[in-house]
């Protein structure tokens, strides 16, 4: 599964895990994930919609916060740093640790990882 249809599941599950139906679900993006409930792509929805950019802010947040729990699990990796974006030391560290169980296999610099034994 590629990450669009990943995020599309993901956004699909989240609604269906709703304690009350909304009226309508605003997407910041391109793509709706197929739902029971009216739904809106809006293309740069965190900086057009106010309601998308809280979302997105929380969303951030969280993100935030989950890559500092890695770090205590992984300190080598250094997640609490890069958030899981691609810097050069966090690509240092897939070199010099290898590719460790949170990691998504599809993710380009870890598939090269694994090629190479990692």
């Known amino acids: 599964m590629n990450i669009l249809q990943a995020s599309l599941l993901a956004m699909r599950r989240a609604v269906e895990s709703l ?8 997407l910041d993006g391109a793509h ?42 992984f300190p080598q ?3 609490d740093e890069h958030k899981g974006y691609p810097t050069p030391r966090h690509l240092e560290a897939l070199r010099r640790y290898g590719v460790c169980e949170v990691y998504r296999r599809s993710f380009a610099p870890v598939r090269n990882a694994l090629e190479r034994g990692g």
């Open 77 to 79: 990796y250094g997640f």
């Open 32 to 73: 709706c994930p197929v739902l029971s409930v009216p739904s809106r792509a809006v293309i740069d929805g965190d900086a057009r919609v106010k309601v998308i950019a809280a979302a997105s802010i929380l969303a951030k947040t969280a993100r935030d916060a989950e890559m500092c729990r890695l770090h205590q699990r």
């Open 19 to 26: 304690n009350l139906e909304p009226d309508e679900v605003l």
